[in-house]
């Protein structure tokens, strides 16, 4: 196995490019043949004559160079045959097992039906082959089976009794090929270009799904319009097709042509799907589907660029879900997300440039910082170059680029030459590790208001020392009596400390900082709760006006948890006023509502020099949210049937909004009626936001032991809401009771190690419950690290990234640390344990 680190600095182009691809699968579930035929040609663009096939776990069974017989030398990583410098032809047949492929990469199969998985180097365990994304050409596929639908990229070109032929003429790397063969039923709908061409879709699934296929499929049409109207995109095939897979490691996969999504990313139904679940599979059919030029069309030219496709694609479905829903709504949950994930990231052993110069397993770097964090820095330059000369940029790069395999040198190249920026200290944004801390002092002198500002990015591993970056921060001031009396203005900082001046202002005004969360820095500035209320009953721009809230909720656990100070009455009365305000729009309520988690909460006390418990943490949330609900007691009941949203469940956004704020009201009511409300929801709803919500209410107060048994009879048959009923008893057990929680699930007969969304659902909750995962007798640390290694010679994708869950150990005291030092020194001694886990854990440790 290989164990050595790869840089970005080797870079070399290919030796051999190729002109075109036969493949033609047999399918057996322990003896597929895969038989191929590749034309290759000496790139002229290097001299280098090394010939070299990626391969694992094939086995060979023949292989020629122009029809000749040849007998390769067979490497641990691949093959290495002697090949002339001149054009030739390389026939091969190999035999894989999809039956026995856990790992859920390359060809497997998943209840009886067979598919593939790519990205980022699960090709080469199909057959022999470049698998390299600045290799691309066009793909032949003929696929034999005796399965009614057998499918590939690209347009179906022949098809007979047990056989298809699919052609995609679009050049591509490997990582983007995918065949799907099985018993499955199409959901079958149709799409008229913006040039006037008809392109098929279908969204195929397992019979007995196909209920669940029409939310995804208006909002696959909503994505193509949007691409078409925003961006100019449109569709280049006669046929688009999605598949919902069960064993999935990731959400999705945009395959060209034949999207291959986890079926709790596209499956859904009222009665079985949240409101949250609708939001994020809207989000990632239009994530998939954008894909098709900003990943496809063009692609990467090698892995170390990942964020030029997940970036921008991510920001791309960003702004998408903002114009179909609430742009600042969605700009807070998104906020809420980047901090949660990348900022933690970023400010832990795994912290890792948007564009890393090294990586030992790419699986690995699928994470926040390449996805949110680089569709963060899209949203800067965007408000640096603004929005005219961002769409010239993406005009040009699509002119430009439109099948090559680019690098972020290219993309920011589109954008120097469109504005004439130099762009060279922005591309720090790629280069350094770390989130950037922004500190800012202000003073008021004789009508002129100066903002100080200092910005400074700790050490990363690697990085001990970084330069300043370029930040936009974007800054309003009101008025004392709340008039706004300089707007939005964007802040252009590109020194370690720079001053900014407003003229001609009557009184000292009242900053608003980081409009927008205009940059992903922490904001730091001493600041009174009383200047916080008063942001938040008057900032006009939506996203401060919600951060002001946090804020004040932040300082009020962080004092509880401290010092035991009670909560400040200021901040309980400005949350009521909140609540009150019904011109606020409900969703945006009730984000208002939700406190901050303890894991943030954790990460800001040990930002300020202390050393977080996470018992406290977690029993100060819990008097918190007491006597909130006590506060607001006369108030919950009369929200909680204004939100009450009539006739059948729709998952547009306003009904969502108003489920949101009736579910917070409802949670915090239980903690006061005994869970009676909550009780009577959970009997009369018909729809799963609803039920679940009501569920989640009465586990919180530690009743709905009936509601949960009764869950699990209605819905023993449907797995995605089986995930749900594994998670919940998780996510809400009480600290001493996650760990013992956890292990019973794992011994229930519907406990399924191999299936990632079920595996998640008890571990990846049981990381989540912060004060549970932390107890401080280590259970939780040990039976995390005993399914760890467990799953790890099954699926070594699934256990690496859920190794992240000890990502913030030296946070902690030092008897935790030891617990989880342990923990972890016990996961890296394992035997053959894989590479993707070994790298996480050592970077961890280290
Ligand atoms: N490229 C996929 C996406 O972001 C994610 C993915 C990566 C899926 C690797 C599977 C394996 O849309
Ligand atoms: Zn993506």
């Known amino acids: 196995m290989r164990n050595e680190t790869i840089f970005l600095k080797d870079y070399t182009p290919p030796a051999y490019l190729i002109d075109d691809v036969h493949l033609t699968f047999k399918l057996d579930p322990t003896k597929t043949r895969v038989l191929s035929r590749i034309a290759f040609h000496p790139n002229p663009e290097t001299t280098d004559r090394d010939f070299f096939l990626h391969g694992e776990q094939l086995s060979l069974i023949s292989a020629t160079v122009d029809g000749k017989a040849c007998r390769p030398e067979i490497a641990d990583e691949g093959l290495i045959i002697a090949v002339p410098d001149a054009p030739f032809i390389f026939e091969a047949e190999v035999e894989i097992s999809p039956s026995t492929n856990t790992a859920l990469e390359g060809l497997y199969m998943s209840n009886g039906m067979y598919c593939t998985q790519c990205e980022a180097e699960g090709f080469r365990k199909i057959t022999y082959y470049p698998d390299r994304p600045d290799v691309m050409t066009t793909f032949t596929v003929r696929v034999e089976g005796d399965l009614p639908v057998l499918l590939s990229n690209g347009n179906p070109a022949a098809s007979g009794d047990g056989w298809a032929e699919w052609h995609d003429p679009w050049p591509k790397p490997s990582y983007l090929f995918a065949l799907v063969a099985g018993d499955l039923v199409a959901h079958p709908d149709s799409f008229n270009t913006m040039s006037g061409k008809q392109v098929e879709l279908n969204i195929y699934v397992r019979p007995g799904d196909e209920h669940k296929c029409a939310f995804g499929m208006e909002a696959l049409k909503r994505s193509m319009v949007w ?492 797995r995605l809401v089986m995930d749900k009923w594994f998670g919940l008893q998780v996510t809400y057990a009480a600290p001493e009771r996650a760990a013992a929680t956890a292990d019973r699930l794992t011994k229930d007969p519907e406990f399924d190690l191999i299936n990632p969304n079920r595996f998640r659902a008890v571990f990846g909750a049981l990381a989540m419950n912060a004060a549970g995962f932390h107890d401080p007798t280590g259970t939780s640390y040990n039976l995390v690290a005993d399914w760890l290694i467990r799953l790890d010679a099954l699926n070594p994708q699934t256990t690496a990234r859920l190794s992240t869950a000890f990502e913030t150990w030296r946070r902690y005291d030092g008897d935790r640390q030891s617990l989880i030092r342990d923990a972890l020194e016990r996961i890296q001694s394992t035997p053959g344990l894989s590479r993707d886990t070994s790298e996480m854990v050592g970077r961890i440790l280290n």
């Open 227 to 718: 691409d078409e109207q925003i961006y100019g995109r449109e569709y280049d095939l006669d046929i688009f097709n999605i598949v919902a897979v069960d064993d999935f490691n990731m959400g999705a996969m945009e395959n060209k042509g034949l999207n291959i999504f986890n079926s709790s990313a596209v499956l859904a139904s009222p009665e079985t799907s949240t409101d949250t679940n609708f939001e994020r599979i809207e989000a990632i059919i239009a994530h998939e589907y954008f894909h098709n030029w900003t990943g496809n069309r063009i692609t990467c030219r090698d892995w170390f660029q990942l964020c030029l496709k997940e970036g921008l694609t991510v920001f791309r479905d960003q702004q998408f879900t903002g114009d179909m829903r609430s742009h600042a709504v969605k700009r807070i949950n998104d906020v809420l997300a980047l901090r949660g994930r990348q900022f933690r990231e970023d400010n832990g052993p795994l912290a890792h440039p948007v564009r890393p110069d090294s990586f030992v397993e790419i699986n690995n770097f699928y994470t926040a910082t390449v996805y949110e964090k680089g569709a963060e820095v899209i949203g800067m330059l965007k408000r640096l170059v603004g929005d005219a000369d961002y769409a010239k940029a993406l005009d040009l790069y699509f002119e430009r680029h439109d099948g090559d395999a680019a690098t972020i040198e290219d993309w920011l190249k589109v954008f120097e030459d469109t504005t004439g920026r130099d762009l060279d200290q922005f591309k720090r944004w790629y280069e350094q590790a770390g989130t950037p801390r922004l500190t800012v002092t202000d003073h008021f002198d004789n009508g002129t208001y100066t903002l100080h500002l200092k910005q400074e990015t700790p050490p990363t591993p690697g990085q001990p020392k970084k330069d300043p970056r370029v930040i936009p921060v974007a800054v309003g001031l009101l008025n004392p009596n709340g008039d706004e009396v300089v707007e939005t203005t964007i802040l252009e900082m590109t020194e370690a400390e720079q001053s900014f001046e407003f003229k001609g202002l009557a009184a000292r005004p009242v900053p608003s900082i980081l409009r927008g969360f205009s940059a992903p820095v922490i904001l730091q500035r001493d600041t009174t709760n009383a200047e916080r209320a008063f942001l938040l009953a008057h900032d006009t721009d939506p996203f401060n006006k919600w951060e002001a809230g946090r804020a004040l909720g932040k300082d009020t656990l962080s004092r509880m948890v401290t010092n035991g100070t009670p909560p400040d009455n200021a901040y309980l009365d400005a949350l009521m006023a909140v609540l009150r305000d019904d011109t606020l729009d409900p969703a945006f309520r009730a984000l208002a509502l939700s406190l901050p988690g303890q894991d943030d909460i954790a990460q800001t006390l040990f930002d300020a020099g202390l050393t977080p418990d996470p018992d406290k943490i977690y029993r100060a949330s819990q008097t918190l949210k007491q006597t909130l609900a006590q506060h607001l007691q006369d108030l919950l009941p009369k929200i909680y049937a204004e939100m009450h949203v009539p006739g059948p469940y729709s998952p547009d956004a306003e009904a969502a909004g108003n489920r949101a704020l009736q579910g917070a009201a409802l949670s915090l009511l239980s903690r006061l009626d005994g869970g009676s409300a909550a009780s009577r929801q959970y009997e009369s709803a018909d729809n799963m936001t609803q039920q679940l919500g009501a569920l989640s209410c009465l586990l919180t107060i530690e009743k709905g032991e009936a509601e949960l048994a009764a869950f699990r009879t209605q819905w023993g048959q449907d």
